[in-house]
């Protein structure tokens, strides 16, 4: 089973970076913001297709990395997702701060923090900590 990732941030050359390290591990999906980002997490599961992976950029236009993150947590509420079971999901930001990352980890209920500029070997790394397969994906 391949993984399933959606990277949710709102500048480019990040989310085309991040894309390119995943994709050769995971199915890769993009959304620029987090009202976008929702509304691809929303569509997955009822598509029954849901991510194993959200990156979520927490500084961003329309609807930031902590208001979808909240939401993301509802969704799985309502569709009785149990905790265990819950998308994983690794903060990317360029951001070191405290009451952000509380934030992310308390209320959000994130897994894991990065710091930009996100390396290749700490993203991988991160994945893998998190219980999250890294398997060569065959070529589309």
């Known amino acids: ?70 939401e993301i947590r509802e969704i799985e509420k309502e569709f009785d997702i149990p905790p265990e079971k819950a998308v994983k999901v690794i903060i990317v930001s360029g951001l070191d701060d405290s009451k952000e990352l509380h934030d992310a980890f308390f209320l959000g209920s994130a897994v894991s923090y990065i710091i930009k500029p996100v390396r290749r070997q700490t993203l991988l790394d991160e994945v893998l900590s998190l219980g999250l397969p890294l398997e060569k994906r065959p070529e589309d």
């Open 1 to 70: 089973m391949r993984m399933k990732c959606l990277i949710i941030e709102d500048d480019f050359d990040s989310r085309r970076v991040m894309q390119k390290m995943l994709h050769p591990y995971a199915y890769v999906d993009v959304a620029t913001d987090g009202e976008e980002g929702v509304a691809a997490f929303l569509g997955a599961l009822r598509d029954n297709e849901p991510y194993d992976l959200i990156t979520l950029d927490l500084i961003m236009p329309n609807s930031d990395g902590q208001q979808a993150l909240r």
